[in-house]
């Protein structure tokens, strides 16, 4: 695999979700040089997440450099940004050219609101299923599964900390195994690897 230099694009919009933007932050920054991290919103600047805390955008949809990889996360913004039609048009825009697009919990409800779903196997967050998969009709949900790896299309991951796991998947992918458990053992991070490993849905009455 080569290890060539990748930039990684993580959404903000008010009322994300903390772990979902800095879980997988803190996998992909591990590898360094590796990979260059930029917050990218709608306006630079502050935003405010799900918790309170506010993380700052150094991009705007206009301004952000080249991305190899984009992470949408979830949080209760994404209540309203499925109507951000400026949003939902950047998201159509980056895709074109990204190597991978991710989502981490109800981040797949605006991925599926833009279309980039259709035809697609994916997942998400269990406690909010049914709202992301209205999002979504044309999308085939899987309602067991930490993540999903849609042939050509997203990768998507269901609730809060699934997106570590599917980020260190992804590791796995663009750089190697042995990279990936680097990482999960720097952040003394106990790694499930296994996609369908799901023991939340089942709380929530989701059967496949």
């Known amino acids: 695999m080569e290890n060539k230099q990748r930039t990684l694009g993580v959404l903000l919009f008010p009322g994300f979700e903390l772990l979902d933007v800095f879980g997988p932050l803190e996998m992909f920054g591990m590898l360094g040089d590796l990979v260059r991290l930029v917050l990218i919103s709608e306006r630079i600047g502050p935003v405010v997440s799900a918790q309170g805390p506010e993380a700052v955008a150094s991009a705007d949809f206009a301004t952000h450099p080249r991305l190899d ?9 994404t209540r309203k940004e499925v109507a951000n039609q400026a949003l939902l048009e950047w998201l159509l825009s980056v895709a074109k050219t990204a190597e991978v697009v991710a989502s981490v919990c109800t981040g797949a409800g605006l991925l599926a609101k833009a279309g980039l779903l259709d035809g697609c196997l994916a997942t998400t967050n269990n406690r909010a299923f049914a709202w ?7 999308v085939h949900w899987v309602k067991q599964a930490r993540w999903v790896a849609a042939e050509g299309g997203p990768v998507t991951s269901s609730g809060v900390s699934a997106g570590i796991d599917m980020s260190l998947a992804l590791i796995a992918r663009l750089y190697g195994t ?3 458990e680097q990482v999960a053992r720097a952040a003394e991070y106990e790694w499930h690897r296994d996609p369908t490993w799901d ?5 929530y009455g989701l059967h496949d």
């Open 178 to 180: 042995d990279a990936a």
């Open 132 to 138: 992301v998969a209205e999002q979504g009709p044309s």
């Open 199 to 203: 023991p939340f849905a089942a709380l």
């Open 69 to 77: 990889l984009v992470l949408v996360p979830g949080g209760i913004g």
